[in-house]
């Protein structure tokens, strides 16, 4: 599975972004999704992830600023990030878990100024 990640870009601090993610093939609704992210110097984290597009999960720093979804049909996943700050600053990874393998997208960098 190939995974192509789009949609960063520099915003300022307050604005909005959405990143999306599309798979080389169809992946099945059961398989988790997430997008992590990584900033200069720092390890990758997570920051949310989707199940057959319910329960989401988000990491405690982007609750309530970022919503993700997925459309099945395309295979594709989705970030909408609002409220944006400049520590939200990141290469942007999404990731499909597929049979117990993980697979991960080329990462799109998000860049908020202040």
């Known amino acids: 599975v190939q995974l192509q990640a789009s949609g960063g870009g520099l915003v300022q601090a307050g604005g909005s972004l959405r990143l999306s993610c599309a798979a080389s093939?169809?992946?099945?609704?059961?398989?988790?999704m997430g997008w992590y992210r990584q900033a200069p110097g720092k390890e990758r984290e997570f920051v949310a992830s989707?199940?057959?597009?319910?329960?989401?999960r988000y990491a405690d720093s982007v609750q309530g600023r970022f919503t993700i979804s997925r459309d099945n049909a395309k295979s594709t996943l989705y970030l909408q990030m609002n409220s944006l700050k400049p520590e939200d600053t990141a290469v942007y990874y999404c990731?499909?878990?597929?049979?117990?393998?993980?697979?991960w997208g080329q990462g799109t960098l998000v860049t908020v100024s202040s």
């Open positions: 990731k499909a878990n597929v049979q117990s393998e993980n697979y």
């Open positions: 989707i199940r057959s597009g319910r329960d989401p």
């Open positions: 093939r169809t992946i099945s609704s059961s398989v988790v």
